[in-house]
């Protein structure tokens, strides 16, 4: 019999450095920075739904666009951004949005397309294009004016004829950097001139800080019917293990990720789902207060990598914060992370893993904030022990 082979396009997905960098914190009893799931439940009147619905009989297979009441409380919260959808025809309830992302991608895209994706990108999106059979082109944010911007230029040389979707994560995993409404302008632009689908990552929505703003793509002109707009509750209400995310888009687009998603997991979290809907339409002052928190754990954790040595960039939104390691006198974060378990006890990600270009983005760690304070204060003590 001919020995099983992963295909070639799926290859470099064999694992991930999550799977390895968390084995190695256990191991070495580390403090674990490096994967962005907080240590605190959400709110108490979203896990009471969950229970309830859970003893309540909502075991059985939820319908397969989502349980209509989880439908119509999404379909309500878009219109907090002035845009309405129908629930019944433009919503669809998926495992987490990382499946949302990959159905998306398998849909809407075929052999010989290209999806331009922003670098540094959330690991999943390399993985799903190739899944789709795509190409991906990357296009690299470039550090300008104290923050992560999209290159403009960069992004306007990337389209070909062959681009079918431009992938947008915006507050952005893993940099931080939260897009401008003139950033977004040219994006949506550019998807007009060029009759592009936009794909876009939301799920740190709620998750904004200082002054800076969520704007969704689909709010911008000639948008609305060419956007796949992807959230979940999982970062939102601190529940990522339900994995309930969901897409908002034309039927059409709709139509089409279901029928990819339908052979994916088909449904899922049939008890979690009138929980989220709950959340949706009572927990929100709730999640302000987690973003205000978090706000204050940002700059709690930025002050304490500042005092150990790195030189820290700001960040926007989202769990995550980047540091440069050389001001340490490391030149190779990635060399630094594999060592920073066994050698102070701390696990962080290096920014050049989410990369096609490692070697420009090799010298910054991520670190995740979503954390109590008190291990976050036990992570600044261990990293002084590097000067």
């Not at 070639?8 to 064999?14: C, D, K, Y």
């Not at 495992?95 to 849909?107: D, M, Q, V, Y």
């Not at 004016?145 to 079918?164: H, K, N, P, Y």
Request: with cysteine.
């Amino acid at each position: 019999m001919r020995e099983p082979v992963l295909v070639p396009r799926l290859q470099p997905f064999t694992s991930t450095i999550f799977t390895e960098m968390t084995a190695l914190a256990v191991r070495h009893e580390a403090v674990n920075l490096g994967q962005g799931f907080p240590d605190t439940d959400g709110p108490a009147g979203m896990l009471d739904a969950a229970k309830n619905a859970l003893f309540g009989g909502a075991n059985q297979y939820p319908p397969g666009p989502g349980r209509p009441e989880l439908r119509a409380a999404i379909a309500r919260h878009r219109r907090r951004y002035g845009i309405e959808y129908d629930a019944d025809t433009e919503i669809l309830v998926t495992a987490g949005a990382t499946e949302a992302i990959t159905a998306s991608l398998i849909a809407l895209t075929q052999a010989g397309d290209e999806v331009i994706v922003i670098e540094p990108y959330y690991d999943s999106y390399a993985a799903a294009v190739a899944m789709a059979g795509a190409e991906r082109r990357v296009v690299g944010l470039v550090e300008r004016d104290g923050r992560f911007a999209l290159d403009i230029e960069g992004l306007r040389a990337a389209v070909t004829g062959r681009t079918r979707a431009i992938l947008i994560n915006s507050p952005h995993n893993p940099t931080g950097t939260v897009f401008t409404r003139a950033e977004l302008e040219v994006v949506a632009a550019l998807c007009v001139e060029h009759d592009l689908i936009a794909i876009t990552d939301e799920v740190y929505e709620h998750l904004v800080f200082d002054d800076a703003e969520h704007l969704p793509l689909a709010t911008f002109p000639g948008m609305r019917d060419r956007t796949v707009s992807i959230s979940s509750a999982g970062k939102t209400f601190n529940c990522t293990g339900w994995k309930i995310g969901w897409v908002c888009a034309s039927p059409d687009l709709v139509a089409a990720v279901k029928a990819a998603k339908q052979f994916i997991t088909f449904v899922s979290g049939g008890p979690l789902q009138p929980a989220v809907a709950h959340a949706l339409d009572h927990e929100v002052p709730w999640a302000e207060e987690l973003r205000t928190s978090l706000q204050a754990k940002r700059d709690r954790l930025a002050a304490g990598l500042a005092e150990a040595g790195f030189a820290v960039r700001p960040t926007a939104g989202t769990y995550f914060i980047c540091a440069d390691v050389r001001p340490l006198g490391f030149e190779d974060a990635g060399e630094l992370a594999w060592q920073l378990p066994e050698r102070v006890g701390v696990a962080a990600v290096p920014v050049k893993v989410f990369t096609d270009h490692p070697e420009e983005w090799k010298h910054l760690l991520r670190f995740a904030f979503c954390k109590r304070n008190e291990v976050i204060d036990e992570a600044v003590t261990r990293l002084r022990k590097l000067q």
